[in-house]
């Protein structure tokens, strides 16, 4: 009921910076949180952050805490993630995803029903 499309993704050297949106149109009005996961190959789907929707409260993956912000701008439907000081272990294709249901942020992927097609996010040595 969500439709959901990221951009943003690309290669950049490590250290570097990246911001990824993801637009959300649909049943909007039914969002509890947003959240962002990747997927590298060979590798299950992880969290990377999530953000309530009415509140802005966040939560982040250890691993991305103190480089990466999430963020939510209601008004048009859209949510972000501004990635700094990349470093070849977030090369992945990240995901954003949208959670009908609360409450928490801590959340698996089988807790969203709603996702993108993802973006590819490559960072070089």
């Known amino acids: 009921q969500v439709q959901l499309v990221e951009s943003g993704g690309g290669l950049v050297q490590a250290g570097g910076s990246l911001r990824l949106s993801c637009a959300a149109s649909g049943r909007t009005d039914i969002i509890y949180s947003m959240g962002w996961f990747r997927q590298a190959p060979g590798k299950e789907r992880e969290f990377v952050a999530a953000i309530s929707w009415s509140g802005g409260r966040t939560y982040y993956e250890d691993s991305v805490k103190g480089r990466f912000t999430i963020s939510r701008d209601n008004a048009n439907n859209r949510v972000y993630l501004q990635m700094n000081s990349l470093k070849p272990e977030d090369t992945a294709v990240y995901y954003c995803?949208?959670?009908?249901?609360?409450?928490?942020?801590?959340?698996?992927?089988?807790?969203?029903?709603?996702w993108g097609q993802g973006t590819q996010v490559t960072v070089s040595s």
């Open positions: 995803a949208a959670r009908r249901s609360g409450p928490g942020l801590r959340t698996p992927p089988a807790a969203y029903g709603d």
